[in-house]
């Protein structure tokens, strides 16, 4: 039995792949509008995060939208107090804060996002997403997630080298040192133990001989002792390392006591505790900076001066005015005097950038310790605030007891070494 066929039918498979490369190309003019867009330092997140808001003068623009800006506070403020993603969250949903979703619905804000019915609960992911959002400094940052094909909806992140970040493009909610502060406290990862708590120095502590992290353990006979062992040890590799055992209250007591220290000699001494952390990062005196300074400023005119010289060298010898030869042995002569001055000037600025990032860290570390200057207990935020790591030492006998010492890695300046501190770094056991 013949059956009847529609004509169109037989160009549907031609007008699917038209549509397809209509499609694709749609799709690649958007995306190079969304380059330009974002290399030009113009945001190119359709919808601000919480906190902000478009500016209702100028929609290129984010201003601060102050009730969620409090929120992202208080979500800065819990992570320095040593909660992690999961307890923010649990925290936040039991005070009945309010979630970006309902704040933006609450509020009349644009979104994207729906309301459900546990939209009132809090998650870990929102949390870490706001923890570690460089917008909330301030800054544009573009080009952080990206798309495998135009026909996905998923989005993957990219690797920081990618990003394009635009300082001070709208008022900051979280300040340079609290963010940095939160991101170092996350850096260490510190997981719960089986008993479900979580140590302030889980992550922080290396052992000082194979280099590598110490694990906490906890012995369930006795109660609250917790312990860090060399991971390599742990890992029945004994014949590499040894325990290096070390108690949690011991590392923590030495940890204080080394801290408090450094904090007392710095205020009572802060020339000399320049000059010593000075001296530790082999840092320029402003002196020798300015010097410096000035030299590349020096090696910046002789070198546009020469290019003007070696410009009208070139001149004189096409206008007949010196010979061929002449020429060619003058401008051998100012080109290697360009090259040696081009690599004094790298050098010089290669000088300038270390020594100004010397001087800066320098300075951090002095405001964190005026910030800090009197406490009785560690915090994770003060912790976090001076220690980058803790390198502990195998025990030794001393007097017939047991010694432990440890070396402090210190945010910014590293290692310090300062007068009669001997004493201040050992715990007996």
């Known amino acids: 039995m013949d059956t009847e066929t529609n004509p169109d039918d037989d160009i549907i498979p031609f007008k699917n792949i038209l549509n397809e490369m209509y499609a694709k190309d749609c799709s690649k003019k958007v995306r190079a509008v969304v380059r330009a867009k974002g290399n030009a330092g113009k945001h190119i997140s359709y919808l601000p995060p919480l906190g902000y808001m478009k500016d209702p003068e100028d929609k290129e623009k984010w201003i601060v939208e102050h009730i969620g800006a409090s929120i992202v506070k208080e979500i800065f403020a819990l992570c320095l107090k040593g909660y992690g993603p999961t307890q923010i969250a649990r925290i936040l949903t039991e005070r009945g804060i309010d979630t970006p979703v309902v704040h933006f619905h609450k509020y009349k804000l644009p979104t994207a996002l729906k309301l459900r019915e546990d939209s009132d609960v809090w998650n870990a992911k929102t949390i870490a997403g706001i923890l570690e959002n460089m917008e909330y400094l301030g800054h544009t940052v573009n080009f952080r997630y990206y798309k495998k094909s135009y026909?996905?909806?998923?989005?993957?992140?990219?690797?920081?080298?990618?990003?394009?970040?635009?300082?001070?493009?709208q008022e900051a909610i979280?300040?340079?040192?609290?963010?940095?502060?939160?991101?170092?406290?996350?850096?260490g990862r510190r997981r719960p133990t089986e008993m479900g708590e979580m140590n302030i120095l889980s992550g922080m502590l290396y052992c000082a001989d194979c280099g590598e992290k110490m694990y906490l353990c906890r012995c369930t006979t006795v109660k609250q002792a917790e312990y860090f062992n060399c991971s390599t040890y742990r890992k029945k590799k004994k014949k590499y390392c040894t325990s290096h055992q070390i108690t949690a209250h011991a590392a923590m007591a030495l940890i204080k006591n080394d801290i408090q220290y450094t904090i007392k000699f710095a205020t009572e001494n802060k020339e000399e505790f320049m000059s010593i952390l000075k001296e530790r990062a082999k840092a320029k005196s402003k002196r020798e900076l300015a010097s410096y300074i000035d030299g590349k400023e020096q090696a910046?005119?002789?070198?546009?001066?020469?290019?003007?010289?070696?410009?009208?060298?070139?001149?004189?010898?096409?206008?007949?005015?010196?010979s061929e030869e002449r020429y060619m042995k003058m401008s051998d002569n100012y080109e290697a005097e360009q090259k040696t001055l081009t690599e004094s000037l790298n050098y010089l600025k290669a000088e300038i950038e270390k020594a100004k990032t010397q001087y800066d860290n320098i300075q951090r570390f002095m405001a964190i310790v005026k910030r800090y200057s009197d406490f009785d207990e560690i915090t994770p935020?003060?912790?976090?605030?001076?220690?980058?790591?803790?390198?502990?030492?195998?025990?030794?006998?001393?007097?017939?007891?047991?010694?432990?010492?440890?070396?402090?890695?210190?945010?910014?300046?590293?290692?310090?070494?300062?007068?009669?501190f001997d004493a201040h770094l050992r715990e007996e056991n």
């Not at 996905?152 to 001070?168: G, T």
């Not at 935020?381 to 220690?387: G, H």
């Not at 502990?392 to 006998?397: F, G, H, L, Q, R």
Request: hydrophobic share 35%.
């Open 151 to 169: 026909k996905s909806k998923k989005k993957y992140e990219n690797p920081k080298d990618k990003w394009v970040i635009f300082e001070n493009t």
């Open 174 to 187: 979280i300040d340079q040192e609290t963010f940095d502060t939160v991101q170092r406290i996350r850096d």
């Open 300 to 322: 910046e005119k002789r070198i546009k001066a020469l290019d003007k010289i070696i410009q009208n060298l070139y001149e004189d010898k096409v206008g007949g005015k010196i």
């Open 381 to 420: 935020e003060i912790l976090r605030a001076f220690v980058d790591k803790v390198i502990i030492n195998e025990k030794v006998k001393v007097d017939g007891r047991y010694v432990h010492t440890i070396e402090i890695i210190y945010n910014f300046v590293e290692a310090i070494d300062l007068p009669d």
